[in-house]
């Protein structure tokens, strides 16, 4: 059974409805400087710094003649399919964050397990994170505000303390108490040890190489993506308050998620491809199991 919603944008969010200052208000010129003035007020994640800068590097393994076999090409990419696709497109993002979608437990478990092995954070952050996101989009409550640059939205945000982290646990209280939330948002960093162990194990240093290292950087960029290149860059099909945009390059990387400005237009549709040529497989795959039976409460909406 499909739901249908209603249009949710800042304007009318039942939490908080503010809108994007125009270039023409005159206190624009000095809310954009306090902006720009936020990074140094919020303290940076060394810890995060050094895993990300040392993540950058490891790849560089792949460039060993010795390291690689086309076997652990094909994990990589299963692997980014499994991690990217079904964990963050499918299970972080349009079920655990906006709740597009209900399935039985043991496949929302699956999908949320996927999603915690691509390496984006646990799964209570990047929900909460997300969650703000939308609620202020490209204003300065925004953990990836988009008009403070591209290296900020992209990366910058990441390694820094989110602006208001009492926000992010008032926002995801509905999902804080499951257990098991809290076992991968716990171990989510033992839990890709763990795989890379596994994959030692069946493959030896290729598979590790290519389906840790080089998956994890590139599953990263392409989700930072949406957050920087879809503010960006792209054509607009709806008149959202926000920047956001369609890209159809980021799109193919992320099974999807580059049509951000249909997403943003109807934020709780599982379904952000609306036109023949926007690919979404992602919501191809969420149809496929609702066909089955196995998808539930799938809500879309076209405008």
Request: a neutral charge; charged letters at 15%.
């Amino acid at each position: 059974m499909k739901e249908t919603m209603t249009l949710l944008t800042q304007s009318d969010h039942p939490i908080r409805a503010t809108a994007q200052p125009s270039e023409s208000d005159a206190n624009y010129e000095a809310s954009s400087v306090l902006d720009n003035n936020l990074e140094e007020t919020q303290p940076t994640r060394w810890a995060v710094v050094i895993s990300t800068v040392l993540l950058h590097l490891a790849p560089l393994l792949a460039l060993n003649p010795a390291w690689f076999n086309w076997n652990a090409i094909g994990v990589a990419v299963f692997l980014y399919w499994i991690t990217i696709g079904l964990g963050i497109s499918m299970g972080f993002h349009r079920m655990a964050a906006h709740r597009s979608f209900a399935v039985p437990k043991p496949i929302e478990y699956f999908l949320v397990m996927c999603g915690t092995l691509a390496g984006q954070g646990s799964v209570l952050g990047w929900v909460g994170y997300h969650r703000m996101h939308h609620l202020y989009t490209d204003e300065s409550k925004d953990p990836h505000d988009s008009n403070r640059g591209f290296w900020w939205s992209h990366l910058s945000w990441f390694m820094h303390d989110v602006p208001d982290e009492a926000e992010r646990l008032r926002l995801t209280k509905d999902v804080a108490g499951d257990r098991f939330y809290q076992f991968c948002h716990k171990y989510h960093t033992l839990l890709q040890v763990a795989l890379g162990v596994v994959l030692y194990a069946l493959g030896g240093m290729p598979f590790v190489v290519w389906g840790v290292f080089v998956r994890l950087i590139v599953g990263f960029h392409s989700t930072f993506c949406v957050n920087s290149i879809c503010h960006m860059f792209g054509y607009r099909s709806h008149n959202t308050k926000d920047t956001s945009t369609n890209n159809w390059w980021v799109a193919l990387l992320t099974f999807g998620e580059g049509w951000h400005n249909n997403h943003h237009a109807v934020q709780s549709s599982a379904r952000f491809g609306w036109n023949w040529w926007e690919l979404d497989m992602v919501w191809m795959t969420i149809s496929l199991l609702e066909k089955l039976g196995l998808a539930t409460k799938v809500k879309t909406k076209r405008i």
